[in-house]
DNA sequence: GGCCAGGACACCA
DNA sequence: TGGTGTCATGGC
């Protein structure tokens, strides 16, 4: 297991509070988290203005566009046919729930995540950073950035659920921390993680993922 | 013209 | 369970 706090205390330390997510309401962070699946926020941020100006990002306005017309809509998003069936989908779960985030919240992360993945769209990656974002729930978003990270810093793993597993919040970590966490450990990626030069220049190289753990049997302690 | 960007999913062995 | 191909756009 991975005590994150010394990491997370030294990149707060060294770049700052990063303050993500830019947007100005939940379900603006709801759709960009849909939008943003493999493509960059430039071509995210196209595809909300339209949507912003066609619907007001209005959850009833979206849903009542035909999905011929939300494609066209985001389709500087990339994967723009995908996206539009997930998008509906979450959108109505959330119109279903009343759009009610702080009745939502009161679920437990556990439940809640599953029921996110159940809806189409909605991987491990993105249900977690619906839950730390918009549930203000904190945990672990070990997405590719942190995966590059802990890699670099040399933890072996190499997919999602192997390094969220052996990522260990305390119970003190609050969803404030996990979104700082996320938006750090992002904003170096984008920074330092491009290549391994880079990174060997950066202020995190000589970093030592010391209060790492092992144990043999992770998967039987969860 | 090729590569990449804050993934998800179907399919196959 | 893990690896691979596919889905698509815009900026550099």
């Known amino acids: 297991m991975i005590d994150p706090m010394p990491l997370y205390h030294y990149m707060l330390k060294e770049m700052g509070p990063q303050h993500w997510w830019p947007a100005d309401s939940k379900m603006e962070i709801v759709i960009g988290a849909i939008l943003v699946q493999n493509t ?27 999905q ?19 998008l509906l989908a979450v959108l109505k779960w959330f119109n279903q729930a009343d759009c009610d985030f702080d009745k939502l919240s009161a679920q437990t992360g556990s439940h809640l995540r599953q029921t996110l993945l159940a809806l ?16 203000d729930q904190p945990t672990f978003i070990a997405d590719k950035y942190a995966r590059t990270l802990f890699s670099c810093l040399g933890d072996p793993t190499t997919n999602y659920r192997q390094l969220k597993q052996q990522v260990a919040l305390p119970a003190s970590f609050t969803y404030q921390d996990a979104q700082e966490f996320h938006g750090l450990i992002d904003e170096f990626g984008k920074v330092y993680l491009k290549n391994s030069e880079k990174f060997n220049g950066s202020f995190l190289s000589q970093f030592q993922l010391t209060t790492i753990v092992r144990s043999e049997n992770i998967d039987n302690q969860r």
Not at 68 to 86: H, V
Not at 120 to 135: K, N, Q, W
């Open 40 to 66: 960059n926020w430039n071509n995210v941020d196209l595809a909300l203005d339209n949507l912003r100006a066609k619907t007001d990002l209005n959850v009833e306005k979206i849903l009542q566009l035909s």
């Open 68 to 86: 011929p017309e939300l494609e066209e809509l985001i389709r500087p998003s990339g994967f723009y046919k995908n996206k539009s069936k997930s």
């Open 120 to 135: 189409p769209g909605i991987g491990e990656e993105t249900a977690d950073s619906l839950i730390v974002y918009v549930f």
